[in-house]
């Protein structure tokens, strides 16, 4: 089965689907591979890796190498620019981030990528991009026209724009380590516009409360990273957040 279409599946059945972000330019390969096994045990759905800066080159590799060593959990590229980019991933978001300023952003590193996930047959899930204040360094290295979290016309209009371009999923991100997720308000009105189509919400989830709420404004998927990296419990944390998101 392909990754997009595992994940919806989830997403249909089960309820709100759960992705652990790991950066590999946050610990080593063996703690990143520790991390997502105490995710999997938890009940995460499937591992994104990668970030905004260093999370490229050998270190991507050997962390992607280390992951799937402990868990049979779909890994998923996350990739800040072209060099973003493995073989040994299952599957790429790939992604546009419409509100950048910078155009590499939006098309150029894109090109670059595009030939190798290609040639390896990595599977791409098309993504518009979308980061919300306050953005955090993704925003900043991104370049990005913050969308304000108390505009979600302006989310609206770039995720319509984004399904009409034909990318599948939209990622409403506010930035890792954010002082509160994206507006119930926002997500339902861009969820409102997209149909089927699936809606992605990460930054500032750090709780069961926090994920519930993005769950029932119409979160498809919800991504935590910067709390699992804080915590000491990963499996418990992780097991928090599931039981909040899913069907009972």
Partial sequence: MQVEEYLNRIAESEGTVHLTLIDPASQSPDEAAQIAYAASLGG???????????????????????????????????????????????????????????????????????????????????????????????????DARLIPKNKPELAVAYALAGKYLGMHYTYLEAGSGANAPVTPEMIGAVKHVIGNNMLVVGGGIRDGEAAKTCALAGADMIVTGTVLEDSS???????ELVYAIKKR
């Fill in 233 to 239: 419990e990963v499996t418990e944390k992780i097991k």
């Fill in 44 to 142: 995460t759905d499937a591992i994104m890796v990668g970030g905004s800066t260093g999370a490229g080159g050998a270190i991507l590799e050997e962390t992607l190498l280390k992951i799937k060593e402990k868990t049979d959990k779909p890994t998923i590229l996350f990739p800040g620019n072209a060099a973003g980019v493995s073989r040994h991933a299952d599957a790429i978001f790939f992604m546009s981030l419409l509100n950048s300023r910078d155009i590499n952003f939006v098309t150029t590193n894109q090109a670059m990528g595009a030939p190798f996930v290609y040639k390896e047959g990595i599977e791409p899930i098309s993504m518009a991009y979308l980061i919300v204040e306050p953005g955090g360094t993704v925003g900043w290295v991104g």
